[in-house]
């Protein structure tokens, strides 16, 4: 496929359609990959996907399982009748969200002093 680097140090490329293009701009032959953010790259070179932050897992699971924070406290509360599974749900996503309120509460203490 046919390049031209755009960024030497993350060795991102432009990518080009045809030889007659490719020369007028200066690009060259190259292995290349695409990146997951689809950015194109020296192959060898494309970032690897971040992995998600607590943050945003928590916001997955709430969105896959319809578990928001208010749903969790109903679900978890003695005498629900919920299943054994959603139970289990809740508690993992709890697990995940409760770190994340702690930073949150200091935050916000350390704000109002």
Not at 5 to 31: F, P, R, S, Y
Not at 77 to 92: I, L, P
């Amino acid at each position: 496929m046919f390049a031209k680097i755009v960024n030497q140090q993350t060795k991102e490329v432009q990518v080009v359609q045809g030889a007659k293009l490719a020369q007028i701009l200066g690009a060259v032959e190259m292995d290349v990959e695409q990146a997951y953010n689809g950015a194109w790259y020296v192959k060898g070179y494309a970032p690897s996907k971040p992995e998600p932050t607590t943050e945003q897992k928590v916001q997955a699971l709430e969105n896959e399982t319809g578990l928001t924070r208010a749903v969790r406290e109903l679900v978890l509360a003695d005498g629900s009748g919920a299943s054994d599974y959603v139970r289990a749900k809740a508690q993992e996503i709890e697990a995940l969200a409760n770190p994340l309120r702690s930073v949150a509460n200091e935050i916000q203490k350390g704000e109002a002093e």
